[in-house]
C-alpha cells in the first residue's frame, strides 16, 4: 500500500505542496502526515535548470563532464519520500504531466544530526540547509524520479532556486485552485 519512494527536487520538495497534490489539502491531518518519511538526499550526475517561463524545474542527466576528474560531478539536492500509495503516485503522475518521464534512480540519503527547525516545513528545511552544507552522505537508496524529456531547448541554463520559489512563488502555489486537488 505505502510502499512507493520517490525523490523529488522542486516544488514537491515543500511539504505543504506535496501534501495537497496528494491529499488535497496544504496543511494535512496529523495521521496523513505520519504516513509519510521525508528526508533529504542528493542525485549525482543530474543538473536541475528552471523551465523557461514556469516556476518549476526539470532535471536531466549528465552525460559527460565538463571537468571529468576534477572532484565531485553535478548533482541534485531534494527530498525523498518514502509512504507514499499507489493513488498518491497516480496523483503526482497527473501534476507532473507530459513534460517527464519517471525513471529509477539512486539517490544518497543525508545523515540526519539533529532536529532542526519546529514542524514538518521547518525540519525539511533545516536538513536541506544543513546538507548544502557539507553535511554527510549516508546510505543509497533506489527510488524514482521525474526527469524533464521535453527537450533542453526549454531549460534555462541557470540552476533552479528552491529559496527563491519559497520565498516568490511558494504561496501562490499551495492557494491556488489546481484540477487535481
Known amino acids: 500500500m505505502g510502499d512507493h519512494v520517490l525523490f523529488f527536487y522542486g516544488t514537491l520538495m515543500a511539504p505543504q505542496i506535496l501534501h495537497r497534490v496528494i491529499h488535497g489539502q496544504a496543511v494535512p491531518e496529523p495521521w496523513q502526515k505520519a504516513l509519510l518519511t521525508i528526508k533529504p538526499a542528493i542525485l549525482h ?27 565531485p560531478g553535478p548533482s541534485v539536492l531534494g527530498t525523498v519520500v518514502w509512504g507514499l500509495t499507489d493513488g498518491d503516485v497516480f496523483r503526482l503522475d497527473r501534476f507532473e504531466g507530459s513534460e517527464y518521464e ?31 552544507e557539507g553535511a554527510k552522505e549516508g546510505k543509497e537508496v533506489e527510488a524514482v524520479t521525474y526527469v524533464w524529456t521535453a527537450g533542453e531547448e526549454r531549460l534555462e541554463r541557470a540552476e533552479w532556486d528552491f529559496e527563491a520559489f519559497k520565498r516568490d512563488k511558494l504561496a501562490w502555489w499551495v492557494e491556488a485552485d489546481e484540477e487535481y486537488s
Open 102 to 132: 519517471k525513471r529509477t534512480v539512486r539517490v544518497r540519503v543525508f545523515e540526519d544530526e539533529g532536529e532542526g527547525e519546529e514542524g514538518e516545513e521547518g525540519k525539511v528545511r533545516g536538513l536541506l540547509l544543513d546538507a548544502a
Open 45 to 71: 550526475d543530474y543538473r536541475r535548470h528552471r523551465v523557461q517561463g514556469a516556476d518549476y524545474p526539470g532535471i536531466v542527466p549528465v552525460s559527460e563532464r565538463d571537468d571529468a576528474g576534477a572532484g
